[in-house]
């Protein structure tokens, strides 16, 4: 009878241990990117003509998260992109420079959806100049605009594809230099306004799709509109088409769309095509 009662409890021991066990809780899980893209142009005693360019750009993509036991899972991403080219006898031209970081807290309530709390930042990385002036003038520099939003909804996280959220927002700008042209108020008199705050509605939807075997989509909408604004939204829209040649050279399509009143009444818009680098530390 003992060795029955014994056997018993191996065999349910045995069960117990040997269920799969969720290997995302409790633990930090981080992915590192770090990307470099060059092209080069010389001549010498070239026939038909032509200027020597060179042009090159760095860019990193840091993600932590943490899912733990107690249902919450925390997020944050660091990205940004820099490069500059130079044509000829002309000076270095900046031709991308941004970064934003974002943090999400969840909580999964087992409903379909999740709250959530969220807050961004986002500011150029070195300064910013108007290249079609003569001479070049300066427009932006490292938070000169910067932008901060602090969020809180509800999130939709069951798919490896599609990820969406939207709830009530708090923005703030802040200025310096620069402040006429991003936070200043043309309806007040006086003193120009470094700092503006709006409460308002954000969403932010990621999509991240494999079109084809080594050819992947990653898809990132931001919409905003404060309260006393509705009928006019702040998009951004960054869409980056990745072709997977080996390990380590990737070819990168980028397409980056922004509308935002306070900045231009046009739609801007910023692409590139980049065969370069890219190493995934971890």
Request: charged content about 20%; hydrophobic content about 40%; aromatic content about 16%.
């Amino acid at each position: 009878m003992k060795k029955v009662i014994l056997l018993f409890l191996f065999l349910s021991l045995s069960t117990i241990y040997s269920q799969d066990v969720d290997s995302t809780l409790n633990k930090w899980t981080p992915s590192l990117i770090a990307s470099a893209n060059l092209s080069q142009v010389a001549f010498s005693n070239w026939s038909t003509g032509g200027e020597n360019s060179i042009s090159y750009s760095f860019g990193v993509d840091w993600v932590m998260a943490y899912k733990s036991s107690s249902k919450w899972t925390f997020k944050n991403q660091l990205k940004g992109d820099w490069g500059q080219s130079k044509i000829g006898e002309d000076i270095s031209k900046v031709t991308s420079n941004n970064a934003f970081n974002e943090t999400v807290f969840l909580y999964d309530a087992g409903w379909i959806v999740e709250p959530y709390a969220s807050n961004l930042i986002r500011t150029p990385i070195t300064n910013g100049y108007n290249y079609e002036a003569v001479p070049e003038e300066q427009i932006a520099a490292f938070f000169d605009p910067g932008y901060v939003t602090q969020s809180i909804g509800f999130a939709y996280e069951k798919s490896e594809i599609f990820q969406t959220r939207i709830g009530l927002a708090f923005e703030e700008s802040f200025a310096d230099k620069f402040a006429m042209k991003y936070t200043d108020d043309p309806e007040t008199s006086g003193e120009i306004e470094k700092f503006k705050f709006e409460t308002g509605i954000e969403s932010i939807t990621d999509v991240k799709y494999e079109v084809f075997e080594n050819v992947l989509y990653k898809g990132k909408l931001r919409l905003f509109s404060g309260f006393d604004r509705l009928d006019t939204w702040d998009v951004a829209m960054d869409n980056t088409v990745t072709a997977k040649v080996n390990d380590w050279l990737n070819v990168n399509f980028t397409y980056l769309i922004v509308y935002k009143v306070s900045e231009s009444i046009k739609t801007q818009t910023q692409q590139a095509l980049q065969v370069g680098v890219v190493y995934n530390l971890f």
